[in-house]
């Protein structure tokens, strides 16, 4: 409990996650987060902000993981 609501900690966690290349948790934030009303757009975002902390090759690799879970429960929602 705090001042940030769900969707923003996991936003957060997801961003700390994706720099630490831990799939797992990035997995786990981006269901968390999006479960929370995060939007894909705001998802990717936090991705993209990882570019200048670890590098391109390592955000687009987690990209693609966040990519594909996506697409699944997106899916999973319609």
Same mark, same amino acid.
């Given at each position: 409990?705090?001042?940030?609501?769900?969707?923003?900690?996991?936003?957060?966690?997801?961003?700390?996650?994706?720099?630490?290349?831990?799939?797992?948790?990035?997995? /786990?934030? #981006?269901?968390?987060?999006? %479960?929370?009303?995060?939007?894909? *757009?705001?998802?990717?975002?936090?991705?993209?902000?990882?570019?200048?902390?670890?590098?391109?090759?390592?955000?687009?690799?987690?990209? /693609?993981? #966040?990519?594909?879970?996506? %697409?699944?429960?997106?899916?999973? *929602?319609?």
């Amino acid at each position: 409990s705090g001042p940030l609501d769900k969707k923003t900690c996991h936003l957060i966690q997801l961003g700390m996650a994706a720099s630490a290349q831990l799939h797992g948790a990035v997995r /786990s934030h #981006v269901t968390q987060a999006f %479960e929370a009303g995060a939007t894909p *757009e705001e998802i990717y975002h936090t991705i993209l902000l990882t570019l200048n902390t670890v590098g391109f090759p390592k955000m687009i690799m987690t990209y /693609s993981w #966040v990519r594909e879970l996506l %697409e699944r429960l997106e899916n999973e *929602e319609h």
